[in-house]
């Protein structure tokens, strides 16, 4: 991929640290590797990856765009710091198949209808309340 000109960059979600440590090494500089999961986001930077295409940035934009600003500027204890506390917000992303904890979210948060369509089926209610919990942590709700 890394020869066809069109190509920029391409988006590694694997959730294999040694694949995607090989796919960084072979890009060199001739693609730019981006993470596509929100918990190896730090890792992948720190292996050379250029930033992120994430679930959490939905919820908490911020916080993801300083964790990205953080390692870019080489302030590694911050970025540190930001990754390890976006951890169970991470987490709860992912209590039910993408993009429904996102979409409630978004909806608990007051940012749109919780409004699914087929196959997506509301969150269960145990899933709601760890969630609910999650946001009030973070004190998104």
Same mark, same amino acid.
């Given at each position: 991929l890394a020869e066809i000109p069109n190509i920029v960059a391409i988006k590694e979600a694997s959730g294999n640290l040694t694949?995607?440590?090989?796919?960084?090494?072979?890009?060199?500089?001739? $693609?730019?590797?981006?993470?596509?999961?929100?918990?190896?986001?730090?890792?992948?930077?720190?292996?050379?990856?250029?930033?992120?295409?994430?679930v959490t940035a939905n919820i908490m934009p911020r916080e993801v765009k300083a964790l990205v600003a953080a390692v870019n500027e080489g302030r590694w204890e911050e970025a540190r710091k930001l990754h390890l506390e976006l951890l169970p917000l991470h987490q709860a992303m992912f209590l039910e198949s993408n993009p429904v904890p996102v979409k409630t979210a978004a909806a608990m948060m007051g940012k749109c209808g919780e409004v699914l369509r087929l196959? $997506?089926?509301?969150?269960?209610?145990?899933?709601?309340?760890k969630l609910s919990q999650i946001l009030r942590k973070y004190r998104l709700i």
């Open positions: 694949q995607i440590s090989e796919i960084i090494a072979g890009a060199g500089d001739k $693609l730019d590797v981006i993470s596509g999961d929100d918990f190896l986001t730090f890792p992948m930077m720190a292996c050379g990856a250029k930033g992120v295409i994430s196959p $997506l089926s509301p969150l269960s209610a145990g899933n709601r309340e």
